[in-house]
């Protein structure tokens, strides 16, 4: 088998092992896939420059394309809120972009390409297979997620798993005429397994994906096996308007805030507010408030996680807007793939996508009458389905920022714009190389494989690092955390858990820069209460005022909100204004009784004040609230937020302290 097509089958095999159990990352899985597509592409180019072989054979309009969004992300740096997470954004593209031009010169007839969907759908079935087990309770899923019912999967919920298997439902039909009548029964069973993914996820995302690409696909492919595939463009893309009209019409329909009535809602206002709707809502027009700071360039591919804050706390400070989520934390994605593009590379990246679909458009009308008999177009079809379902799950979800999504999307591209579908004329010119240019990428893909490794190894030490700092054990936590770092160029959510471990040791000078970092790159409502404390602790009440503003504007959840109001009482009593945050725990108190801060907080009032039974009383509150939480948190097993147990013992550890010191 040849070098070149060897990696591309190896990488899709290897797709289930890249989506581990308990990882600590998404970004970590990216950058980990990264590695191991550059490495592979750079061998591919080694073996081509060594053997002589042609080198640069990419289809013009797949190059075109490729090259003009990468030049889009970059020109969104202009005005971006983090640079670095666009240089991040700019290296995955181009790297699903060399998967897609890979699979496209590689394949070049129909038992290739029917090889690597085999690859895929193989893939794809062994991981909803063991997401399929955690449903059933077979397995345990992955920690991270274990609060969610009804069941994880290795791609860290239901929406993602589903959306894996919606994508690759249509083309493992392919599979059906291909090979023997075992592998045959083999590509049936795998759509079957697909299809129970999806109804069983119930995850209404993908599930409307489906329904909408069989609405669209189907007559088309029964039109085709009827013998009248001439109408079938015109029948599929008076299909496509319809839907994106009456698509356009239930989406701002759906955005629109009714007052409360005793009438039933209709039917698509019903299903929108039972999948989290407000939150849609409310992720959907941070979007926009991206796109109207900055609506020529965009703020930066891949900054929608880092502006999310500041853009949610000003939607909070407009009167007209109503209807907004409170959160549970902050979201990394807009559940609308398309906005989130606009949003982060604007009018540039508007004006690109245009003529992205147009030109895609007029690639599928030109190519589709060339295709020479039933089983081709039937082919193309199944592929095209596979991309339609992506796209309508885009409009609700987030499927093209998924790593596993992506790299399948990513090779039903390659296929569609291979040589089994476009002639071999519509290429660029290719040139050979000599074999003693094959030195650098041969060494560059080696350096770049043992990156991969590198970076699996640090997702399992930081993903160990965060099960000792859960269990409280801050020394094991920080040790295991700190081998994460030396090997990880993509740290993800351990930044946090690091800076927390920091903070837990004794080393604010140390945990300072990392939730700096962590809030730069990956904020989260931890992270924003944690810096306020250690700038309160430092005095620089002006610094800790602005993080707590962000917080509350943000509308989060109360848990979060009274961690805020306590630390504003904090800050008050700081400053020498007791009167003030004694009213701000007394009130807090009023609203989270078992807010043991603030009883301690309260005693330490009345300590000043030489009431020594008051704060006692006060000391024994805490600490049987305390020791309640304790026994509460030991028993349940669902999601904490980083470090729950590790703050309540170390508020006992406070609470047994000041007891002593008033008996």
């Not at 087990?133 to 397995?139: C, E, P, R």
């Not at 458009?361 to 079809?381: E, M, V």
């Not at 504007?553 to 009482?569: K, S, V």
Request: some cysteine; proline content about 5%.
């Amino acid at each position: 088998m040849r070098f070149d097509r060897l990696v591309v089958i190896v990488l899709l095999l290897v797709l289930p092992v890249a989506f581990w159990p308990g990882s600590t990352s998404y970004d970590a899985v990216k950058f980990t896939l990264w590695a191991m597509v550059g490495a592979a592409w750079l061998g591919n180019l080694a073996w081509r420059l060594g053997s002589g072989r042609p080198v640069w054979k990419p289809p013009v309009g797949l190059f075109a394309a490729g090259i003009s969004l990468l030049a889009v992300l970059a020109v969104s740096a202009v005005n971006a809120h983090h640079v670095p997470l666009v240089w991040r954004t700019v290296s995955l593209t181009a790297l699903w972009l060399a998967v897609a031009t890979q699979v496209a010169v590689t394949t070049e007839s129909t038992s290739r390409m029917s090889t690597l969907v085999a690859c895929a759908v193989t893939a794809g079935t062994a991981v909803c297979l063991y997401g399929l087990a955690q449903m059933a309770g077979l397995v345990s899923g992955a920690s991270v997620e274990s609060g969610y019912p009804p069941g994880i999967s290795t791609l860290g919920n239901q929406n993602y798993l589903s959306g894996l298997a919606s994508v690759l439902l249509w083309p493992s039909i392919i599979l059906w005429s291909a090979g023997t009548s075992s592998r045959r029964l083999a590509a049936i069973a795998a759509t079957i397994i697909f299809l129970v993914t999806i109804i069983f996820a119930k995850a209404a995302g993908p599930m409307a994906a489906v329904a909408g690409s069989i609405l669209l696909a189907g007559p088309s492919l029964i039109m085709v096996r009827r013998g009248m595939a001439r109408r079938v463009p015109l029948v599929l893309g008076s299909s496509l308007l319809l839907l994106a009209v009456a698509g356009s019409i239930l989406m701002g329909d759906a955005l629109r805030v009714r007052p409360a009535t005793n009438k039933a809602p209709v039917l698509h206002s019903r299903i929108f507010q039972d999948n989290h709707g407000d939150i849609r809502r409310t992720d959907w027009l941070v979007a926009r408030e991206m796109f109207r700071s900055s609506p020529w360039t965009g703020r930066g591919a891949g900054n929608y996680v880092a502006l999310w804050p500041a853009m949610r706390a000003r939607l909070q400070a407009d009167p007209t807007v109503t209807g907004l989520a409170d959160h549970e934390q902050i979201a990394a994605q807009t559940h609308n793939d398309v906005f989130q593009f606009l949003g982060e590379t604007g009018l540039t990246g508007g004006v690109w996508l245009v003529l992205f679909s147009g030109a895609a458009i007029a690639f599928w009308w030109r190519k589709w009458p060339a295709l020479p008999d039933k089983g081709t177009k039937t082919q193309f079809l199944l592929l095209t389905a596979g991309l339609l379902v992506a796209g309508l799950h885009a409009m609700v979800s987030f499927p093209i920022h998924l790593p596993a999504t992506a790299l399948m999307l990513a090779v039903i591209i390659g296929l569609m714009a291979s040589g089994v579908f476009v002639h071999p004329a519509a290429t660029l010119p290719s040139w050979k190389g000599k074999p003693v240019l094959a030195l650098l990428p041969g060494v560059l893909a080696l350096f770049l494989a043992g990156g991969a490794i590198q970076e699996f190894v640090g997702d399992l030490y930081i993903a160990s690092g965060q099960r000792y700092f859960s269990a409280g054990r801050m020394n094991w936590a920080t040790t295991h955390l700190e081998k994460g770092f030396a090997r990880q160029k993509w740290p993800g959510e351990g930044l946090l858990y690091f800076g927390l471990a920091r903070m837990a040791t004794g080393a604010p000078d140390d945990a300072r820069p990392l939730l700096e970092m962590s809030i730069a790159e990956k904020p989260t409502f931890e992270g924003y209460l944690a810096l306020a404390e250690l700038s309160i602790d430092e005095k620089h009440f002006d610094d800790a005022g602005e993080l707590l503003t962000i917080v509350e504007d943000c509308q989060p959840f109360m848990t979060f909100r009274f961690q805020a109001a306590y630390l504003r009482g904090l800050a008050d009593l700081r400053q020498g204004n007791r009167d003030k945050a004694r009213l701000r725990f007394r009130a807090l108190l009023t609203d989270d009784p078992d807010n043991q801060r603030a009883w301690l907080a309260l005693g330490y009032q009345e300590v000043l004040d030489g009431n020594q039974g008051k704060a006692r009383r006060y000391y024994r509150r805490a600490l049987e609230i305390i020791d309640r939480k304790l026994q509460q948190s030991q028993a349940e097993t669902g999601r904490d937020s980083p470090g729950t147990r590790v703050r309540l013992n170390k508020h006992r550890q406070t609470a047994v302290k000041a007891l002593q010191s008033v008996s």
